[in-house]
């Protein structure tokens, strides 16, 4: 494996010794031409796969024509990117056909801009009395790394060593639809939350926590946001999380897969009553809606529309959920929750810990990303098919294998069985399957790498 020090990186990340050279689809390859399944998918950025020929082409038209203007002026993507995300989310809104779009670049931003109007629209609608706006949010949350942001979050390492921090936020436990109502008060202008905690574990709250959630923020003239960065554009078999339980959130916060992985794009789209409070001077962006990024954006939007990757998930997600039970069965693991083709997966912390099955899934192909000490996250793009799935699932299941009889180095230090190939990086890479509802491709083949050492990364 490649060296993955950076000496004039400051140390912000503890990535897993590897450094990716090429991607397409599923598939990426390292600098030594090893190639892997990805089961992380960028956060949830790529859920169209690396490189999907319509967005690829989608911003190479567009980087011929202009890329940017700043908003001091319109463009001509401007508007046909804002009324394409009316017409695929604002019908999952509150906002309806009449909503409102706000465009960002990252999802951090697509956040904080939720949290401005929302206390701009409880002073100048709602009349809160000035400064003494108050937003209920969750325990376990992650919105973001701005200073506000982190400041919502009960993670030390994400928190520790950056205040002093906002006032205005009232944590309670998520899930907890008592605690919500407890927290709320004739200053509470908005609960924010993650329909879907992706940071925390893919944790998924009672069925009844986001219903009750719109009855009470509907009851008391509060407005309900929906931080869908992660989990929304397909991810859960639907296109928002909140349609699971049938809810309409008052605004959406959107980000990751809206870009498809190539550029940096978010949005808040929902309710114009509230994202109206925000004219000329108070909010803005130097890149948020510029031409490239509505370009790639309307392309998104027009996948998601067409309804089959949320298809895909759901029904990949059904595979998912089988083969992760039947490792908690064989206590390879002591839990996993599954929702569309996204998971959360917790290791037993005597076979090791969630780094350790990181490099051991590593070790043999595939590629993903663990949280909070025995627990990983498994999300692979939305364009995956069944033998690849199935295959990573495979490697899974071995790598823990491993870890339970030989400890992180994986077992008896015997090679992966090669298929007599060279590993070479012009290998081309696999067809690309995601305009293909149920394509079919071969399994990618397992290439000769490398021992990780026990300290390795």
Not at 81 to 101: C, I, K, N, W
Not at 110 to 136: F, L, N, S
Not at 406 to 422: K, L, V, Y
């Amino acid at each position: 494996m490649a060296d993955t020090t950076h000496g004039a990186l400051a140390p912000t990340y503890h990535p897993l010794p590897v450094t990716i050279a090429r991607a397409h689809g599923t598939h990426v390859w390292d600098t030594d031409g090893n190639e892997f399944l990805d089961f992380l998918s960028g956060y949830s950025a790529l859920n169209f796969g690396h490189l999907h020929q319509g967005l690829v082409a989608a911003a190479m038209a567009q980087l011929r024509q202009v890329t940017l203007t700043s908003r001091a002026f319109d463009h001509d993507r401007l508007e046909e990117f804002a009324q394409r995300l009316v017409e695929v989310m604002g019908p999952l809104t509150t906002g309806g056909e009449d909503s409102l779009v706000v465009p960002m670049n990252t999802g951090a931003e697509a956040v904080e801009t939720a949290i401005k109007a929302v206390r701009k629209w409880g002073y100048d609608v709602r009349g809160v009395p000035e400064d003494q706006a108050k937003i209920v949010i969750a325990g376990g949350n992650f919105h973001g790394r701005t200073t506000t942001l982190v400041g919502l979050s009960d993670d030390p390492v994400a928190r520790d060593g950056f205040g002093p921090f906002a006032p205005g936020f009232v944590r309670v436990p998520f899930g907890d639809l008592q605690a919500v109502a407890d927290a709320v008060d004739d200053t509470t202008v908005a609960v924010l939350m993650e329909p879907v905690q992706g940071e925390a574990g893919v944790v998924i709250p009672p069925d009844d926590f986001w219903p009750g959630l719109r009855a009470l923020t509907a009851e008391k003239n509060i407005a309900l946001v929906a931080d869908e960065i992660q989990s929304g554009l397909g991810r859960t078999g639907t296109t928002l999380a909140c349609e699971l339980w049938g809810v309409q959130p008052d605004l959406v916060c959107l980000g990751k897969a809206l870009g498809g992985g190539i550029v940096a794009v978010s949005a808040v789209v929902g309710k114009p009553e509230i994202l109206g409070v925000l004219t000329p001077g108070t909010h803005g962006s130097t890149f948020g809606g510029n031409p490239l990024a509505c370009a790639v954006g309307v392309a998104a939007l027009d996948l998601l529309s067409t309804g089959q990757y949320q298809a895909r998930a759901a029904a990949s997600g059904k595979v998912l959920q089988e083969r992760l039970d039947a490792l908690v069965d064989q206590g390879l693991l002591t839990g996993a929750r599954c929702v569309g083709l996204w998971a959360g997966v917790d290791v037993d912390p005597e076979l090791g810990t969630g780094r350790e099955l990181c490099e051991a899934l590593l070790e043999r192909g595939v590629l993903a990303k663990d949280t909070h000490a025995s627990t990983i996250r498994l999300s692979p793009p939305l364009s995956i098919v069944q033998p690849e799935l199935e295959m990573a699932l495979d490697i899974l299941e071995e790598s823990l294998v491993a870890l339970r009889d030989g400890g992180p180095g994986g077992g008896t230090g015997e090679e992966p069985d090669d298929d007599g190939s060279d590993g070479d990086s012009t290998t081309a890479p696999s067809a690309d399957t995601s305009d293909i509802p149920d394509a079919e491709v071969t399994p990618p083949r397992k290439r000769r790498r490398s021992r990780l050492s026990p300290a390795a990364g």
